[in-house]
T-cell receptor
Framework: DQQVKQNSPSLSVQEGRISILNCDYTNSMFDYFLWYKKYPAEGPTFLISISSIKDKNEDGRFTVFLNKSAKHLSLHIVPSQPGDSAVYFCAASAETSGSRLTFGEGTQLTVNP | NAGVTQTPKFRVLKTGQSMTLLCAQDMNHEYMYWYRQDPGMGLRLIHYSVGEGTTAKGEVPDGYNVSRLKKQNFLLGLESAAPSQTSVYFC??????????FGNGTRLTVT
């Protein structure tokens, strides 16, 4: 039972354009959501997060949007840069599950110069 | 500032062999985790620990054991390796409410 799903295995965009990565979840108990970025041969690194009491969080070129009614979140990267090419994982946790994070399958983003 | 260090980086095992993966963190984090990453399946939690001397099962614990004898170390053991355990293993640690800090992974192949 995949509680966090990233339906697009890959996404390709041009440098300078917007990248939009999507994530859906099924567990209504999830109340905290994160995005991690992973380069080859490295561990994932934290990018941005959002609490369920908000619907938007922005950090520089990265913005995460949360639509609780649709159980959907998205990561926007504007403008996209070639260095953003990586695998992006969506993750979620519920206060009731302690510190356990549930991850999506990941989306490979390629930003072409 | 090492952060989270995993050893070894690569390992090849034959079916039935045993091994231990070591994770060490120097950030004095209470919580530590072991995940495995497989193509198309994201990161799945194997076991985790919320403090020295405590461990708990994650989503996919079968075939693995863990120990947290010291706060800075979290060991993942495979008693009898199987080809299905071929994967990339990531250790992570955190001090709530901060996010997870990951190591760079151990690539394990079981033939």
């Amino acid at each position: 039972d995949q509680q966090v799903k990233q339906n697009s295995p890959s996404l390709s965009v041009q440098e300078g354009r917007i990248s939009i990565l999507n994530c859906d979840y099924t567990n209504s108990m999830f109340d905290y959501f994160l995005w991690y970025k992973k380069y080859p041969a490295e561990g994932p690194t934290f990018l941005i997060s959002i609490s369920s009491i908000k619907d938007k969080n922005e950090d520089g070129r990265f913005t995460v949007f949360l639509n609780k009614s649709a159980k959907h979140l998205s990561l926007h990267i504007v403008p996209s840069q070639p260095g953003d090419s990586a695998v992006y994982f969506c993750a979620a946790s519920a206060e009731t599950s302690g510190s356990r994070l549930t991850f999506g399958e990941g989306t490979q983003l390629t930003v072409n110069p | 500032n090492a952060g989270v260090t995993q050893t070894p980086k690569f390992r090849v095992l034959k079916t039935g062999q045993s091994m231990t993966l070591l994770c060490a963190q120097d950030m004095n984090h209470e919580y530590m985790y072991w995940y495995r990453q497989d193509p198309g399946m994201g990161l799945r939690l194997i076991h985790y620990s919320v403090g020295e001397g405590t461990t708990a099962k994650g989503e996919v614990p079968d075939g693995y054991n863990v120990s947290r004898l010291k706060k800075q170390n979290f060991l993942l053991g495979l008693e009898s390796a199987a080809p299905s355990q071929t994967s990339v293993y990531f250790c992570a640690s955190r001090r709530p409410p901060s996010p997870l800090h990951f190591g760079n992974g151990t690539r394990l192949t079981v033939t």
